[in-house]
């Protein structure tokens, strides 16, 4: 069984910053192409940032320069250090394991959510 838990999220303003943790659960652990993705309100859920297990990252062209994706796989953990945060951040955030070492692209094939976590950038 795998899990994935987010923890993290919460009220920011305009301009400030927040960091996401994904904590996953696997038995054996395996360097997988892992992501976050966001659900903002009224929109369908896209991928944010994705990372390979070899670390190459991937974003998407509305957080490039702000946010960075990394990941601490002795600690079996994801990350998302999201700076200058602007209202449009605003969604609900989920954690994603997908079922390849490298990510092809920010549409990663995604076989594990996590139940996500609500960040929610005011003006």
């Known amino acids: 069984q795998v899990q994935l838990v987010e923890s993290g999220g919460g009220s920011v303003q305009s301009g400030g910053s927040l960091r996401l943790s994904c904590t996953v659960s696997?038995?054996?652990?395996?360097?997988?192409?892992m992501g976050w993705f966001r659900r903002a309100p009224g929109e369908e859920r896209a991928g944010v940032a994705v990372?390979?297990?070899?670390?190459?990252?991937q974003y998407a062209d509305s957080v490039k320069g702000r946010f960075t994706i990394s990941r601490d796989d002795a600690k079996n953990s994801l990350y998302l250090q999201m700076d200058s945060l602007t209202p449009e951040d605003t969604g609900i955030y989920y954690c994603?394991?997908?079922?390849?070492?490298?990510?092809?692209?920010?549409?990663?094939?995604?076989?594990?959510w996590g139940q996500g976590t609500q960040v929610t950038v005011s003006s």
């Open positions: 994603a394991r997908g079922e390849t070492y490298r990510c092809a692209s920010l549409n990663i094939y995604v076989r594990y």
């Open positions: 696997v038995s054996p652990y395996s360097k997988n192409c």
């Open positions: 990372i390979g297990g070899d670390g190459t990252a």
